[in-house]
């Protein structure tokens, strides 16, 4: 993948209006994310947690520069890479790893897994796991939400991969006529398993789709949440005012492979380097530093912190109970005696 | 010769082999070239054939199964993977409103010689959307054939048919069954679509199956016969069409029959080979048709749902002891 061509600094003169509060959110949150990932892959190791398991390793800025951006009433969909927006709407990481476990008090009582956190009390519609499943979903939970006259809308994210499925052409179409609050969300982290976005199509600048039906789109720098911040405020600005949708492409990265039994062939080296020498968490962590917004004391108090509460959530996790064989039974109809076939 | 490979192997070699035989065959599917293969059936395939034959697609099932469709009516033969039939849901339209009807609706002027294939079925705890089976749902629509294997040597020789055969084909294997061995021989052999194989010659009651729950009636029969108890296996191989003389021969013997399907019991293949054998063997059935099915629900994540979930020997065992009226 290209690497991108965002890396300049936020415009000069235009003073960033981000407090020091929002800094120490965004770090805590990447953080926390990063840490409750890196413990959910080495368990992953010890077969504590199964089946497929895909980590944001990498992409945390993008998910930070959203929840500073939107309101909690504000809706999100997105897919199976899922864990970190989770926890950035609110999921707890007790749930969270819980449901990695696939113990009853799992975020969705051990049912989803690692693709399938879903939390209605945080406006979370849960991670999707085929691909691009999500877009036109999106679409409807911005709908009933417009049919509701709210001012929320629905953060509807998909990968590079999921951008070349039909559906979001039959969603983009239809939000724009309709003027759905949507904002739409590809996260651009160069590779669709083993493909990278420039085989995928003639139009590697995936913003570019949002052209055809005349809905704004831009390209974004992922690898900082401030950028990502700004660019949702603009964009959930123009939703809000009914004006419709809005799409960013956001460009990212993930360190690790697509899935825990991916080894990343497809990829060199010095790219994944590239990368990694941006990292948000590392870069923000200097910046607070250097900018007087944290001590080193301060720092390593969350760093604690936020180890404390991945130990806690492992703990939590270890010490739960696999659902009963009976609740197999449990939340396929809402009917409490339907007739299942036996 | 004859060697031991493993399913994906099997598949491989059908497919490159059909590839050398005939230049209007070819592969196309996500991740089939560069990378080998998500589960690594295609290792090699783009080597050998080159990138005009062995093409990786976008996440675009829906388009490229109708790619493979219309291909297909204008002289190529595709063979078309998913990455497993799970997202191939996208894609029946052109399954089932197009390369279904098209002999049909074309009276004839048009054929439609296409392969789908990719695994259908569980794979350890991959939840609701990751693990569902599509032969039933597939078998239900005339002018589609549904082949479902993981015999290594069985697949082979139905690959290479399904890929000559002029109709069009849905072919299941299984993600967690490919590494599945068996002995392959060298020497090219084909097996007929529609043909089902008796595996153990047995007495006292038929179990039927296909796919990745073969493994399972075999540990069940392996177990039955500790106990005295003589079960002749037959796999089905094919589900469309049905070999349904052969279970119907089988049970004229035995008198009993157990039929064992990973799908949801509901209007499943194993609904359909009761109703058949009702109907073909009913003045020698010694007792009701009994099958073993998967849950009728969703698959969930947790382990203990997941077993809890599937068809497993000691299931297979319990029906086979009810239909012999023995206490389990
Ligand atoms: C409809 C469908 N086709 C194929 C797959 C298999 N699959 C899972 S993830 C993936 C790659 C998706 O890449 P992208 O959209 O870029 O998201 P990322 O994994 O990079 O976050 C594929 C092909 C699937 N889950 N669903
Ligand atoms: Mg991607």
Redesign the pocket.
């Known amino acids: 993948m290209a690497p991108v061509a965002t890396k300049k600094k936020a415009k000069s003169g235009n003073k960033s209006k981000v407090s020091k509060k929002t800094y120490l959110e965004w770090y805590t949150l990447m953080l926390r994310i990063r840490k409750f990932e890196e413990r959910a892959l080495m368990m992953y190791g010890q077969q504590k947690i199964r089946g497929f398991c895909?980590v944001y390793i990498g992409?945390e800025a993008v998910a930070a520069g959203i929840e500073s951006a939107i309101t909690k009433d504000d809706c999100i969909v997105t897919?199976?890479?899922q864990h970190g927006i989770a926890i950035g709407r609110g999921v707890s990481s007790d749930a969270a790893m819980a449901e990695l476990y696939g113990k009853e008090t799992g975020v969705n009582k051990g049912k989803g897994g690692s693709m399938h956190f879903f939390s209605k009390e945080h406006n979370y519609f849960g991670g999707n796991?085929?691909?691009?499943?999500q877009i036109p979903i999106g679409a409807g939970i911005a709908f009933a939400e417009k049919y509701r006259d709210t001012k929320n809308l629905c953060v509807t994210m998909?990968?590079?991969?999921?951008?070349r499925?039909g559906a979001l052409h039959e969603a983009f179409n239809m939000s724009m006529a309709w003027k759905l609050p949507v904002l739409y969300i590809c996260?651009?982290?160069?590779?669709?398993?083993g493909?990278s976005v420039e085989r995928t199509s003639n139009v590697p600048d995936i913003y570019k789709l949002g052209l055809g039906y005349e809905m704004p789109c831009e390209a974004v720098d992922g690898m900082d949440p401030e950028a990502v911040h700004n660019a949702i405020s603009k964009a959930a600005a123009h939703i809000r005012a009914g004006k419709g949708p809005y799409f960013l492409e956001i460009k990212t990265y993930?360190y690790k492979g697509?899935?825990v039994s991916d080894p990343g062939k497809y990829r060199s080296k010095d790219e994944v380097k590239e990368y990694k020498d941006r990292d948000p968490i590392n870069v923000l962590e200097k910046k607070l530093i250097k900018e007087k917004m944290a001590t080193e004391a301060a720092i390593k108090k969350i760093k604690d912190a936020v180890k404390a509460e991945v130990d806690q959530a492992v703990k939590f996790a270890e010490e739960s109970s696999f659902p009963d064989a009976s609740e197999l039974y449990t939340d396929n109809y809402l009917q409490d005696d339907y007739p299942f076939l036996t | 010769m004859s060697r031991e490979i493993q399913l994906r192997d099997a598949i491989r070699e059908a497919m490159s082999e059909e590839m050398r035989r005939d230049e209007s065959v070819f592969l196309m599917g996500?991740?089939v070239a560069e990378y080998n293969g998500?589960y690594k059936v295609s290792k090699g395939m783009l080597d050998e054939f080159g990138a005009k034959r062995v093409i990786d697609t976008p996440?675009a099932?829906l388009g490229f199964a109708g790619i493979g469709v219309g291909a297909a009516m204008n002289g190529l033969k595709p063979i078309v993977e998913?990455?497993?039939w799970?997202?191939a849901?996208?894609a029946f339209d052109q399954i089932v409103n197009n390369a279904a009807k098209t002999l049909s609706q074309s009276a004839g002027a048009f054929s439609c010689p296409i392969v789908f294939r990719g695994p259908s079925g569980s794979a350890g705890q991959l939840a609701q959307?990751?693990s569902q089976t599509f032969e039933a749902w597939l078998a239900n629509c005339p002018g589609l054939k549904v082949i479902s294997c993981i015999d290594p040597y069985d697949t082979k020789g139905l690959m290479k048919s399904a890929i000559r055969d002029n109709d069009p084909i849905c072919f299941m294997e299984s993600e967690s069954s490919y590494g599945f061995t068996g002995i392959v021989p060298e020497e090219e052999y084909l097996i007929p679509i529609g043909k089902a194989a008796i595996r153990r010659e047995g007495t006292d009651v038929t179990l039927v199956s296909f796919n990745k729950m073969m493994i399972e009636v075999n540990t069940a029969a392996d177990e039955l016969a500790k106990e005295g108890i003589s079960a002749e296996v037959i796999d089905l191989r094919t589900i469309r069409p049905l070999d349904h003389h052969t279970i119907v021969e089988s049970v004229k013997k035995t008198n009993r029959i157990v039929v064992v399907d990973e799908s949801w019991p509901f209007a499943g293949v194993s609904a359909e080979i009761a109703y058949e054998v009702q109907k073909y063997a009913f003045d020698y059935l010694d007792a009701p048709v009994v099958r073993v099915n998967s849950a009728d629900v969703s698959l969930p994540y947790a382990p203990t749902l997941v077993s809890e979930y599937l068809p497993n020997p000691r299931k297979i065992i319990q029906a086979v002891k009810s239909v012999m009226y023995q206490k389990a």
């Open positions: 895909h992409q897919a199976y890479r796991g085929i691909v691009g499943a998909f990968g590079d991969g999921a951008a499925q996260e651009n982290n160069g590779y669709a398993m493909t993930r697509h899935s | 996500e991740e998500a996440i099932e998913f990455m497993t799970n997202f849901v996208l959307q990751h």
